[in-house]
């Protein structure tokens, strides 16, 4: 068996399953990367990519997507949504790709499909641990991407943008803050998804009619401006909001 365990018998070596797991750090919106311990040839970079890996043919698209995504970062029990597949025909095009594939793949030059899953969580609430062919698993600012294998850079821009829309709709935040946080830092997390800055009174003109918005009678200690109140989630009215009755225009 090869490194990466994708000589396995039991291993469809025509789809794959890629993994876009965004993580908000309280300032900025990050993607994670793999490592998958290449250097490209005759120059001083390295090739990264989304946590990705072939199926097994006994287990459904969800089942893998969970298992390729533990057994490359350790991440696991962790939401993912299902939001496209890619299927060009010139997927593989890059010379490091097909050398990087004849070392881990029974059958490297196999045209691959893969379904692609994404999730958004908090980045300081998980611990990575690589392992596979992955050597290192990390966070990267969304903003400035290094060299990516395969269709890795469309495949998170077409993340991206179902993340951008998802979050006009579907009121956005209550696992990626603090139990308890100001509408500055609510406001933040909007912006880093958007990537565009927000008119403070509008955002809370609209964020403030939110029902799942609950204002707590505490505010902040020790700051070097004026305290800002901090809010909270009620778990039940935000699970059960309707999307149709929220929506940002920019």
């Given amino acids: 068996m090869r490194n990466g365990n994708s000589t396995e018998s039991g291993v469809n070596p025509n789809v794959s399953v890629d993994c876009v797991i965004f993580g908000f750090d309280g300032e900025k919106l990050k993607v994670l990367l793999i490592d998958r311990g290449q250097i ?21 698209l969800d089942e893998a997507a969970g298992r390729v995504l533990n057994e490359l970062t350790g991440l696991h029990d962790i939401y993912l949504e299902q939001f496209g597949s890619f299927g060009d025909p010139n997927r593989l095009t890059k010379e490091e790709d097909s050398l990087w594939l004849k070392s881990i793949r029974a059958q490297p030059d196999a045209r691959v499909i893969t379904v692609a899953y994404y999730s958004l969580i908090r980045a300081d609430q998980f611990e990575l641990h690589a392992s596979s062919f992955a050597k290192e698993a990390f966070w990267h600012d969304i903003e400035a991407l290094p060299n990516l294998g395969f269709d890795h850079r469309e495949i998170i821009d077409s993340a991206l943008k179902e993340l951008k829309f998802k ?84």
């Fill in 167 to 250: 979050s006009k709709y579907q009121p956005l935040g209550f696992e990626l803050l603090p139990e308890k946080f100001t509408l500055g830092q609510l406001q933040k997390l909007y912006e880093a998804i958007l990537n565009t800055e927000l008119d403070k009174r509008n955002f809370r003109r609209k964020i403030l009619k939110m029902s799942f918005l609950v204002p707590l009678k505490e505010k902040q200690i020790g700051v070097p401006h004026k305290p800002a109140r901090y809010f909270t989630f009620d778990k039940e009215k935000y699970q059960n909001y309707k999307s149709n009755d929220f929506y940002f225009t920019l």
């Fill in 40 to 60: 490209i040839e005759d120059e001083d970079e390295k090739s990264y990519a989304l946590p990705g890996n072939l199926i097994h043919n006994d287990e459904n």
